[in-house]
Protein backbone atom coordinates (compact mmCIF):
# COMPACT_ATOMS: atom_id res chain seq x y z
CA UNK A 1 0.00 0.00 0.00
CA UNK A 2 1.02 3.36 -0.55
CA UNK A 3 2.74 5.56 2.56
CA UNK A 4 2.36 9.29 2.53
CA UNK A 5 4.62 11.85 4.44
CA UNK A 6 4.02 15.72 4.94
CA UNK A 7 6.47 18.29 5.23
CA UNK A 8 6.28 22.10 5.31
CA UNK A 9 4.47 23.20 7.96
CA UNK A 10 5.16 25.95 10.08
CA UNK A 11 4.49 29.15 11.84
CA UNK A 12 3.32 31.93 9.23
CA UNK A 13 2.25 35.20 9.83
CA UNK A 14 -1.26 35.93 8.93
CA UNK A 15 -1.51 36.84 5.10
CA UNK A 16 1.72 34.72 4.61
CA UNK A 17 1.80 31.73 2.37
CA UNK A 18 3.04 27.87 2.93
CA UNK A 19 3.66 25.42 0.72
CA UNK A 20 3.36 21.64 2.24
CA UNK A 21 4.55 18.83 0.32
CA UNK A 22 3.07 14.89 0.68
CA UNK A 23 5.94 12.56 -0.25
CA UNK A 24 4.57 9.22 -1.12
CA UNK A 25 6.47 5.80 -1.40
CA UNK A 26 5.51 2.06 -2.09
CA UNK A 27 2.94 2.81 -4.92
CA UNK A 28 2.98 5.25 -7.66
CA UNK A 29 -0.01 8.04 -7.03
CA UNK A 30 -0.65 8.51 -10.55
CA UNK A 31 -3.88 6.06 -9.99
CA UNK A 32 -4.76 7.59 -6.42
CA UNK A 33 -7.09 10.30 -5.16
CA UNK A 34 -5.43 12.33 -3.15
CA UNK A 35 -6.51 14.56 -0.33
CA UNK A 36 -5.79 17.22 2.45
CA UNK A 37 -7.51 17.43 5.68
CA UNK A 38 -6.94 19.53 9.20
CA UNK A 39 -7.46 19.31 12.58
CA UNK A 40 -7.40 21.52 15.29
CA UNK A 41 -7.39 20.25 19.22
CA UNK A 42 -11.42 18.39 20.06
CA UNK A 43 -12.37 18.78 17.22
CA UNK A 44 -12.88 16.35 13.48
CA UNK A 45 -11.34 16.18 11.05
CA UNK A 46 -11.74 18.57 8.50
CA UNK A 47 -11.40 18.20 4.72
CA UNK A 48 -9.50 21.06 3.06
CA UNK A 49 -8.57 20.22 -0.68
CA UNK A 50 -8.49 16.96 -2.80
CA UNK A 51 -7.81 15.67 -6.14
CA UNK A 52 -9.04 12.77 -7.90
CA UNK A 53 -6.44 10.51 -10.00
CA UNK A 54 -8.40 12.09 -12.77
CA UNK A 55 -6.96 15.24 -11.80
CA UNK A 56 -10.76 16.74 -11.06
CA UNK A 57 -10.35 19.28 -7.87
CA UNK A 58 -11.97 19.71 -4.58
CA UNK A 59 -12.05 22.51 -1.71
CA UNK A 60 -13.93 23.53 1.02
CA UNK A 61 -15.42 26.63 1.28
CA UNK A 62 -13.46 28.22 3.91
CA UNK A 63 -10.10 27.74 1.20
CA UNK A 64 -11.66 28.17 -2.17
CA UNK A 65 -9.83 30.38 -4.31
CA UNK A 66 -6.61 30.79 -1.33
CA UNK A 67 -6.03 27.16 -1.54
CA UNK A 68 -4.62 25.01 -4.12
CA UNK A 69 -3.81 21.33 -4.87
CA UNK A 70 -1.49 20.04 -7.36
CA UNK A 71 0.52 16.62 -7.58
CA UNK A 72 4.06 15.79 -9.54
CA UNK A 73 3.67 12.71 -10.26
CA UNK A 74 7.13 11.87 -11.89
CA UNK A 75 8.38 13.02 -8.10
CA UNK A 76 5.24 11.24 -6.40
CA UNK A 77 3.94 14.33 -4.70
CA UNK A 78 1.38 16.20 -4.23
CA UNK A 79 1.35 19.85 -2.77
CA UNK A 80 -0.92 22.01 -1.02
CA UNK A 81 -0.35 26.06 -1.89
CA UNK A 82 -1.77 27.92 1.02
CA UNK A 83 -1.98 31.78 0.13
CA UNK A 84 -3.29 34.38 2.25
CA UNK A 85 -3.25 32.22 5.40
CA UNK A 86 -5.98 33.49 8.32
CA UNK A 87 -4.94 32.38 12.20
CA UNK A 88 -8.08 29.99 11.51
CA UNK A 89 -6.10 28.24 9.28
CA UNK A 90 -4.05 26.60 12.10
CA UNK A 91 -3.98 22.89 13.18
CA UNK A 92 -2.53 20.01 11.85
CA UNK A 93 -2.75 18.81 8.21
CA UNK A 94 -2.99 15.78 7.35
CA UNK A 95 -2.31 14.03 3.50
CA UNK A 96 -4.21 11.17 2.64
CA UNK A 97 -4.64 8.77 -0.30
CA UNK A 98 -7.05 6.60 -1.44
CA UNK A 99 -7.36 4.08 -4.87
CA UNK A 100 -10.89 3.71 -4.46
CA UNK A 101 -12.56 6.73 -3.19
CA UNK A 102 -16.07 6.75 -4.99
CA UNK A 103 -16.73 10.22 -4.78
CA UNK A 104 -17.40 11.76 -0.84
CA UNK A 105 -13.77 13.33 -1.30
CA UNK A 106 -15.06 15.32 1.82
CA UNK A 107 -15.55 12.43 4.46
CA UNK A 108 -12.56 11.29 5.95
CA UNK A 109 -14.25 8.11 6.71
CA UNK A 110 -13.46 7.27 2.85
CA UNK A 111 -9.91 7.65 2.37
CA UNK A 112 -7.56 4.59 3.85
CA UNK A 113 -4.18 5.83 3.87
CA UNK A 114 -2.96 8.86 6.38
CA UNK A 115 0.40 10.43 6.75
CA UNK A 116 1.34 11.85 10.06
CA UNK A 117 0.64 15.39 9.69
CA UNK A 118 2.33 18.85 9.91
CA UNK A 119 1.72 21.40 11.78
CA UNK A 120 0.53 24.92 10.50
CA UNK A 121 0.41 28.04 12.67
CA UNK A 122 -0.87 31.23 11.50
CA UNK A 123 -0.78 34.33 13.63
CA UNK A 124 -2.57 37.35 14.08
Known amino acids: QVQVVESGGGLVQAGGSLRLSCAASRRTISRYSMGWFRQTPGKEREFVAA???????YYADSVKDRFFISRDNAKNTVYLQMNSLKPEDSGVYYCTADDTIGGDYQSSIGWEYWGQGTQVTVSS
Open 51 to 57: ESWSGTT
